[in-house]
């Protein structure tokens, strides 16, 4: 049996998450390009206590690894929740499995955060690593005003794409009768 409001909801969450993924994979590899520039490598194991050496950038950081582990208040729960929800109304099975993934990924990512931003600087070149330039508050806070903007208040955008998901929902509800 086919759940207009549940579809709607789930296509609704998945535009949703898509925006945010482009925000907060967006912001992990400007991360990643701002310890790149510094060390020239990618390999976790040479990072460590970056947090010590550069608090503002361990700080967007944090932000952007929450965001996607999909905490609340920004942008990546905003969708996972919709979708979820949505999955739930549909088929609870589904929707559990999707949840216990997102623990799988949320896992992950709290471990690079502990491996890279916290602990001891073990590595004397990250002991000399100097904060955020000019350029890259720039970036960082204009991604980080997306994550929170979007998970703050997303009636905005869900606004926006209202007319069209319905329209898409019904096109697919008919296909269906």
Known sequence: HANPDAARLGMQGAMVQMI?????????FACIGVLYD???????DEYG???????????????FSMANC??????????????ILASFQSNPFIALVAAFTLI???????????RVIFGEVTNPKVAKFKDLDAREW??????????LALGIYPKPLTDLMDSS?????????????
Do not use: C, D
């Open 38 to 44: 510094r060390l020239h490598t990618r390999m976790i």
């Open 165 to 177: 998901v319905l329209q898409i929902v019904n096109a697919l509800m008919l296909s269906k009768a």
């Open 49 to 63: 206590g970056v947090m010590n050496v550069m608090p503002w950038f361990g700080g967007f950081f944090i932000l």
């Open 70 to 83: 999909g905490l609340p208040g920004t942008s990546g729960f905003v969708g996972e929740f919709m979708v």
């Open 20 to 28: 945010s993924h482009g925000f907060v994979s967006g912001a992990m």
């Open 138 to 147: 720039i970036v960082l806070g204009s991604f980080a005003a997306a994550v």
């Open 104 to 114: 799988i990924g949320a896992a992950y990512t709290l471990w690079l955060v502990k």
